[in-house]
């Protein structure tokens, strides 16, 4: 389980459709993402030398990505922890739930009548309602995913 500090929002998002939980919230400061991490026993991940140093001062597991980009985050990740073994595009992107099953019904009025025709699997996000389908842009993803060597 991971924190990703305000810095990193599309490095949370592309860790939770790597199948990891990371909660995400930008709107913290750093004594409130301190407390939750140590609370949820989650792992900080941050670009914030500072709240990096207050983070190993209370005993919080962290770590420390220096790029400011996501993809090159992701490689420096993929270095100090597993981002292979994971359960991938199983999570909500946008609010990190975990996505369930979802019937026709339930994706009738939510989703285009050619991707209904064209998909057999849907699954939706039970906190925010989005619908998931493994569409090109899963392909795109797990494309990117393999360049980098995830």
Not at 34 to 40: D, G, N, P, V
Not at 50 to 60: F, M, N
Request: some cysteine; proline content about 1%.
């Amino acid at each position: 389980m991971f924190f990703a500090d305000r810095m990193l929002g599309k490095l949370a998002r592309k860790l939770r459709l790597l199948g990891f939980d990371t909660a995400y919230v930008s709107d913290m400061d750093e004594e409130e993402i301190l407390e939750f991490c140590k609370e949820t026993n989650r792992v900080l991940i941050t670009r914030d030398r500072d709240l990096l140093r207050k983070a190993v001062e209370k005993g919080i597991r962290c770590y420390y990505v220096s790029s400011d980009d996501w993809r090159e985050q992701l490689v420096e990740l993929s270095k100090k922890i597993d981002l292979k073994n994971s359960k991938r595009m199983s999570r909500c992107s946008l609010c990190n739930a975990e996505l369930v099953r979802a019937s026709e019904e339930e994706i009738k009025a939510k989703v285009p009548l050619y991707v209904q025709q064209t998909q057999n699997e849907f699954y939706s996000c039970p906190v925010c309602g989005r619908v998931y389908w493994a569409g090109s842009h899963v392909e795109h993803a797990e494309t990117l995913f393999r360049r980098l060597g995830l």
